[in-house]
């Protein structure tokens, strides 16, 4: 679907952004033990940016001259690439800025697009310093590809651009509640999710979404009116220098959903989690079908009534990746173009890349080859 690949130039001048915080802490070490050697054998030469804070790496990148750069690699979690993305994205030059290509290399607790990225390349599931060993091969052999983004807006009219996924109830307390367990790396979630189980919860709300398989703009119920989606969510300027990308499939959240979007029935949920990669975690292959570019989110949401052993039993599977294969009748999975969620109050938490978020309503659309990342 004219996908264009890109190899990266030799030598090469990577601006690595590091985090000695994320995970087990552990993430300088290996890169100079693991990483280091195998970038020098390649030609690939690496300045260390250590970051000192939140939010470091982003005002790093946002006011960088890339042209410096044919590369930028994040060693930590997903966290650390999601604010490497905002801050390009707060450039006046994003688009220019965003074909630098991005990588990742795991040192974090929570590496879901190493581990995706991992499998997309049809290696064996491994984690810890093997998967760091074939993202820095990947790394090695430079090529990159395009990536699909979702662009995110909450009803206090934030806006965040994302390349993981999102997160509501279930997944998102056990991805914040084990942010205390941070140095056990990815058993916090293993840990986590038995302790979110323990004291089950119901989240309302109301949930929506535009079907992958319905053309854009072509309303499935062909007897609807013509209330479409606007040409502009109205919450961005449409063109000019700078201006952010129109989410031409949203109308404001104010509003109600266009016509030939679905409203789920349910209004009680256990858990709703958007991806657009095929891995939650290294040990979760949450979404197989998933790839970097194929312009899809994968909604999943468990309808509440599930009970704890089923839930548990769905959370074995995704280890494999067979959870759909259960055909438990709590279980949910649609791939859509976007979708949008409004919880009944402010209780609870929400994820936006495994990042907290306040709890209010948010919508979101597929910004289909946004970025590039390096791939095999
Ligand atoms: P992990 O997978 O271990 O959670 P992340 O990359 O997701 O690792 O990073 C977690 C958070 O740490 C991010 O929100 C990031 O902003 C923050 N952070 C970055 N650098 C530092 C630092 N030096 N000290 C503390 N926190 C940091
Ligand atoms: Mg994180």
């Given at each position: 679907d004219g996908v264009s690949y890109g190899l990266l130039p030799r030598p090469c001048r990577a601006l690595v952004l590091l985090n000695p915080q994320?995970?087990?802490?552990?993430?300088?070490?290996?890169?100079?033990?693991?990483?280091?050697?195998?970038?020098?054998?390649?030609?690939?030469?690496?300045?260390?940016?250590?970051?000192?804070?939140?939010?470091?790496?982003?005002?790093?990148?946002?006011d960088e001259?890339?042209?410096?750069?044919?590369?930028?690699?994040?060693?930590?979690?997903?966290?650390?690439?999601h604010e490497v993305l905002n801050g390009l994205m707060e450039r006046p030059d994003w688009e220019e800025a965003l074909q630098t290509p991005l990588c990742i290399l795991p040192g974090g607790s929570g590496n879901a697009l190493a581990a995706s990225i991992n499998y997309y390349a049809g290696n064996d599931?491994?984690?810890?310093?093997?998967?760091?060993?074939?993202?820095?091969?990947?790394?090695?052999?430079?090529?990159?590809?395009p990536m699909d983004l979702v662009s995110l807006s909450t009803a206090s009219g934030k806006r965040f651009f994302s390349f993981l996924g999102f997160g509501w109830g279930f997944i998102a307390d056990v991805d914040i509640d084990s942010e205390k367990y941070r140095r056990l790396g990815n058993a916090r979630f293993t840990l986590g999710t038995l302790q979110c189980l323990v004291r089950l919860r119901v989240y309302q709300g109301r949930l929506s979404y535009l079907p992958a398989a319905t053309e854009p703009?072509?309303?499935r119920d062909r007897k609807a009116p013509a209330r479409r989606a606007a040409p502009t969510a109205g919450t961005e300027a449409p063109?000019?220098?700078?201006?952010?990308?129109?989410?031409?499939?949203?109308?404001?959240?104010?509003?109600?959903?266009?016509?030939?979007?679905?409203v789920v029935p349910e209004e009680e949920f256990v858990c709703v989690y958007a991806i657009y990669q095929s891995h939650l975690g290294t040990n979760l292959l949450m979404a197989p079908a998933a790839r970097l570019h194929d312009g899809c989110i994968h909604l999943f949401y468990v309808g509440a009534g599930i009970s704890?052993?089923?839930?548990?039993?769905?959370?074995?599977?995704?280890?494999?990746?067979?959870?759909l294969d259960l055909n438990c009748p709590h279980l949910h999975c649609v791939p859509v173009?976007?979708?949008?969620?409004?919880?009944?109050?402010?209780?609870?938490?929400?994820t936006?890349?495994?990042?907290?978020?306040?709890?209010?309503?948010?919508?979101?659309?597929?910004?289909?080859?946004?970025?590039?990342?390096?791939t095999a």
């Open positions: 994320s995970g087990a802490g552990r993430a300088l070490e290996d890169f100079q033990a693991v990483v280091q050697p195998m970038l020098a054998d390649a030609d690939i030469a690496a300045t260390v940016f250590v970051t000192e804070r939140p939010h470091h790496a982003q005002e790093k990148v946002r001259d890339l042209s410096q750069w044919d590369v930028l690699v994040v060693m930590s979690g997903d966290g650390l690439l599931h491994v984690a810890k310093k093997k998967l760091l060993t074939n993202c820095t091969f990947i790394l090695c052999k430079g090529l990159h590809a703009g072509t309303p063109s000019g220098h700078g201006a952010l990308p129109a989410d031409t499939l949203l109308v404001p959240l104010g509003q109600p959903v266009p016509p030939h979007w679905v704890r052993v089923a839930l548990l039993k769905i959370f074995l599977a995704m280890g494999r990746g067979t959870h173009r976007a979708f949008r969620l409004e919880p009944r109050g402010s209780a609870g938490i929400m936006v890349d495994g990042e907290a978020l306040a709890c209010e309503p948010v919508q979101g659309q597929i910004h289909g080859h946004m970025c590039r990342v390096v």
